[in-house]
Every structure is written in C-alpha cells, then in structure tokens.
C-alpha cells in the first residue's frame, strides 16, 4: 500500500495478466523468425513486454556441460547495432560481428561472442572453449587467427568451414535481426545476447534429439 495515496498494488502486477503459455508461444514465434514488433502484434502485448519476456527466459538457460569434440569450427556473421545506415559510402561504426564456435559432429553451438571482428573478441571466444579437449580446429584464412590456436591441431580453410557456414545461415533465417536484407536490427547487445543465448539453447536441444 502507498502510505502518500493509500492504493494497493500488486507485486509483479504486470506480470500476472499474461500465461505462461501465451509467453511461451511469444519467444517461439520469435525463435521461429518473426521480428519483435511482428511478435507483439499478433500476441498483442508491448514489445517492451516481450523483450523482458526473452532476457528472463534467456536467465533461464543452463550452461552446457561439453568436454569433449573431434572437431571444432570457427567463424564470425556480421550484424548491426542501433542502425543501418551508410556514410559517405562507408558502412556505419555499428556494424559489429558474432563470432561462434560449433562442434562438427554433433552440429551443436559451443560458444559465441559478439563485438569487433578483431583478435580481441576471438580471444573472448577461444576462452570459453577452452576446456574443451579438441583433436581438430578449423576456420577461415582471416589474420586474427594467426598464432592463437594450436599450430599442430589448427588448419585455415573455408573448404572445412560447411558446418558452421551452414548453421551461420540458419540464425540469419531464423533471427531476424540477422537478415542482410531487412529493416529489423539489433538496439542493443543486451537482447541480441539474450536472443542468442535462447537460439542455442534451442538449437542444440533439436541436435541432441
């Protein structure tokens, strides 16, 4: 009760007049391709509504336990944050990278970091696989490789990059803030991490089924 008004409220009062149902089938149509704004129309909630709804179920997730791959490939998908605009020719400073790491076998995501595509954010990437025991690491020829994986279990090719090229253009089919042509986009990194965080979650659950 407000001592100044004297009303009652409820906590999490917003929270109450919505299902978990109804929230469940929101981040499903979500994860199925439909932008934020699409989503929130036909569930007619707040978009607002529905991007709290993904970075609480996002809090949710468990972090995988996997110790072990015969083969891990590398490599980074472009996005942007804020906007999509272009200066004078030039992409706009917003454009940022993804970079992810998959297991060849399994098809499972084992990782992913976003922010420049300089050896800085790979490095963020590498140290969350590191205590992963790898026979093999494969990736593309870019420079910012050089010298931070294995010599001995590290070889640069795209030949041996179809695993994860294959799944990099499932999230841009899936995520709409993905897509090379559309006006959907990231606004922040907080809801593209959380949006991650539950494509891979989900994606890695179909794997293991």
């Known amino acids: 009760m407000c001592k100044g008004c004297g009303r009652k409220t409820t906590e999490n009062s917003r929270e109450k007049k919505y299902s978990t149902y109804k929230k469940n089938k ?32 996002a809090k949710k997730v468990k972090p995988q336990h996997i110790t072990y791959s015969n083969a891990i490939e590398i490599d980074e998908l472009y996005y942007f944050v804020g906007k999509r605009k272009q200066t004078k020719g030039k992409l706009s400073a917003r454009k940022r990278w ?11 995501i084992l990782a992913f970091e976003g ?59 899936f995520l709409a803030r993905f897509r090379r042509r559309t006006k959907c986009y990231s606004k922040s990194e907080k809801m593209l991490n959380a949006t991650m965080t539950l494509f891979c979650h989900h994606h890695n659950l179909k794997q293991a089924a």
């Open 26 to 57: 929101a981040i499903e149509l979500y994860l199925e391709g439909l932008s934020i704004r699409s989503v929130a129309r036909i569930t007619k909630t707040s978009h607002v509504t529905l991007q709290r709804w993904i970075q609480q179920a």
């Open 115 to 173: 922010g420049s595509r300089e050896r800085t954010t790979l490095k963020k990437l590498t140290s969350k696989i590191q205590h992963i025991a790898c026979t093999r690491y494969y990736s593309d020829e870019h420079t910012s490789f050089t010298g931070l994986l294995p010599g001995d279990k590290y070889k640069a090719s795209k030949k041996e990059t179809y695993t994860i090229e294959g799944i990099n253009s499932v999230i841009r089919h």
């Open 98 to 108: 993804l970079w992810l790491a998959v297991c060849r076998t399994t098809r499972r």
